[in-house]
């Protein structure tokens, strides 16, 4: 079995994402969950970089697909399959060298996922997605930057 290590960075998002690529991380994941007002919202997405590569495109999509089915919910941007790009959140992801997303799985405004986010069993499917998404794209291991 391949050995990942993970790290978590801090700091202003450029200073994150500098630092995540001089130590040659090989993807670089922001957790997120929504909140509006609405709250019978329920969709999982993820949200990539305007200057995002295939690659990025393809965790985001793969990750956001994961939960919509691990949990139920509707996909959120369908013809994107379930990838939001550029807009709010960019400067969350633009100064990476490596493929990196934003995820944003389910809005904690919606009280029925904000007990799934609280829950153990939700927040062990929910890592268990990430934890899917990168062995499936970076199946040799390596350093998983969190921000």
């Known amino acids: ?6 790290k978590f960075y801090s700091g202003n998002y450029p200073v994150r994402q500098k630092a995540a690529n001089a130590d040659k991380a090989i993807c670089y994941i922001e957790q997120h969950f929504n909140s509006v007002t609405n709250k019978s919202a329920d969709y999982a997405h ?14 985001a999509s793969t990750y956001a697909n994961l939960i919509a089915k691990t949990f139920n919910v509707p996909l959120g941007f ?3 399959g379930g990838v ?4 709010r959140g960019d400067s969350n ?8 997303i934003l995820l ?13 986010v609280k829950s153990v069993d ?5 890592a268990n997605a990430i934890v899917e998404t990168v062995r499936h794209f970076f199946p040799n291991g390596g350093l998983v930057a969190f921000s």
Request: proline residues 6%; hydrophobic residues 40%.
């Open 1 to 6: 079995m391949s050995k990942y290590t993970v």
């Open 122 to 126: 939700g927040q062990n499917k929910l």
């Open 93 to 100: 992801l633009i100064y990476t060298n490596m493929p990196a």
């Open 46 to 59: 993820a949200k990539i970089g305007s200057n995002a590569g295939r690659i990025s495109r393809a965790m």
């Open 84 to 87: 939001d790009s550029g807009g």
């Open 104 to 116: 944003e799985p389910l809005f904690i405004s919606n009280p029925v996922q904000a007990e799934i």
């Open 78 to 80: 369908k013809a994107t």
